[in-house]
């Protein structure tokens, strides 16, 4: 799913998205902006107001007051997913293996299958030698064809440890005990000592229709032990026409091709896996309503299953899945879903566009100064020559204490036109003569046309793009995240 973003013309800042804004209740639920600085939150708070989000708090003092009363503070990305992880290893029994044994019984020749529960792109960057590609929130799909042979141990990783513990325990929950958790994931891998396979290019065999069927019939059986609803087609089609209403989040929690081919009109696409670890990214009000929806039942009530352990009390399967919506006489939509941008149109008809050539022949002396607010990765790959680097959310900020001459004309640029649209509209309000560069620095460089590399004169400190350890190689950062996950399970430990 690509989220919507909100418009900048209204100071919007550029780290707000609205992922559920198409689904997110605009009068029912509050929302509550808040940042370090608090005029970054009064920008934000008048961007939703304007949005006709009526219940709209700010944090007097931001962060920092927060701070100052002596609250608690959270560190890192996807928090309540990852102690959610933890505290589930801490209070069911995990079967884990270290990268060392591992590896000694892959070389021994001992009859063991490595699961690589990230996704498929991730799992085609590198994996553990040999390991086959099963995406997490798919993983249940095959557990009676992993347990025709008692035999072999099946060994569950990730980068790190929260999706291989899910995905492990998703083939516990449907009848697999023969399964393990490889400590620490690829991560964990290294730090052994140990290299990864790079590039691979193995696919999986599909499940068998017997292993489907029978995770349908255990995805049923769990639904009716755990008490998850499954509602039906029509019941779907209420909650989705009464969405403006009423908080309600639709995902589908199958592959993005399986999407592609064809999906329910509204829902978004977020495979099984992701959605469990990234659940803050994508269900913001947790009293919302929550339906998932796969093929069947298998993958949409495991999804559901974990949600509910998350505390997300409205999550629900779409009985059935896409094969009953369609045996309702509904039709399904093909293609990824319309990226919808709050604002935008409203926001090209208030500013400029120059093509790269007339900016070409327009160049002469010191001439405008160029904003690029791509994200500093993007802008490290390539932009126009000169160009300075801002992240969208310091511009109404930072650019007037840089630029006192507001009328020295201002070009902005971005890889697509969107933010720099925004960012321009926001500029134009403050006073500035600004044009936004058509079709962005993509367009620029299909017309071979000159760029620069690197990040040479950012106007603010580049802490906009966050990678994971696992990709930058970097094992002193790995070493830290590990740390850091771990203890966020330290509270659910049992006495000995």
Wanted: charged residues 25%.
């Amino acid at each position: 799913m690509t989220p919507p973003t909100f418009p900048a013309r209204h100071h919007c800042l550029g780290a707000i998205s609205s992922s559920a804004s198409p689904n997110w209740s605009r009068s029912a639920q509050p929302a509550l902006c808040w940042w370090a600085i608090s005029e970054r939150a009064g920008f934000a708070g008048r961007t939703l107001r304007l949005l006709g989000y009526e219940n709209v708090l700010e944090l007097d003092g931001g962060l920092t007051s927060w701070l100052e009363s002596g609250q608690p503070k959270a560190t890192g990305i996807n928090v309540p997913s990852k102690e959610f992880g933890e505290r589930i290893r801490e209070e069911e029994p995990i079967q884990e293996i270290e990268s060392a044994q591992l590896h000694k019984l892959l070389d021994q020749g001992e009859r063991i299958l490595v699961l690589d529960a990230r996704t498929p792109e991730e799992y085609g960057h590198f994996c553990i030698p040999g390991a086959l590609n099963g995406p997490g929130g798919d993983l249940v799909l095959w557990a009676t064809d992993l347990r025709k042979d008692p035999r072999t141990r099946v060994v569950v990783n990730c980068a790190g440890r929260t999706r291989s513990i899910i995905g492990s325990q998703s083939l516990k929950r449907i009848g697999l005990n023969n399964v393990f958790v490889l400590k620490n994931g690829t991560m964990g891998w290294l730090l052994a000592g140990l290299e990864l396979e790079q590039k691979p290019t193995r696919t999986v065999s599909a499940p068998s229709a017997m292993s489907r069927a029978e995770a349908e019939k255990q995805a049923a059986r769990i639904a009716a032990e755990e008490s998850i609803s499954l509602i039906s087609a029509p019941e779907l089609q209420e909650l989705l026409a009464r969405r403006e209403a009423s908080t309600l989040y639709p995902i589908d929690v199958r592959s993005a091709n399986e999407y592609r081919a064809g999906h329910i009109p509204g829902f978004f696409c977020i495979p099984g896996g992701q959605a469990i670890q990234r659940a803050d990214d994508f269900v913001p009000v947790r009293e919302g309503g929550i339906v998932f929806s796969c093929d069947g039942i298998a993958r949409a009530v495991m999804a559901a299953f974990w949600y509910r352990k998350m505390g997300f009390k409205n999550a629900r399967a779409l009985s059935g899945g896409t094969r009953a919506w369609m045996e309702n006489g509904l039709r399904l939509e093909k293609g990824e879903t319309a990226k919808k941008i709050l604002g935008l149109e409203q926001a090209r008809d208030s500013v400029s566009f120059v093509s790269g050539g007339l900016w070409s022949r327009m160049r002469r002396g010191e001439g405008p100064a160029i904003l690029d607010v791509s994200l500093s990765s993007e802008h490290q790959s390539g932009h126009l020559p000169g160009a300075r680097w801002i992240t969208r959310g310091w511009i109404e900020l930072k650019i007037p204490e840089i630029f006192h001459d507001r009328n020295r004309a201002l070009l902005v640029t971005c890889p697509n036109e969107e933010q720099s649209t925004f960012a321009a509209a926001a500029l134009q309000e403050v006073g500035y003569r600004v044009s936004v560069l058509k079709g962005g620095v993509k367009s620029w460089k299909s017309e071979g046309r000159p760029l620069e590399t690197g990040l040479t004169a950012p106007l603010v400190q580049p802490r906009d793009d966050v990678r994971s350890a696992s990709v930058t190689g970097d094992k002193e950062a790995m070493r830290r995240y590990l740390e850091w996950e771990i203890a966020l399970g330290t509270k659910y430990k049992k006495a000995d």
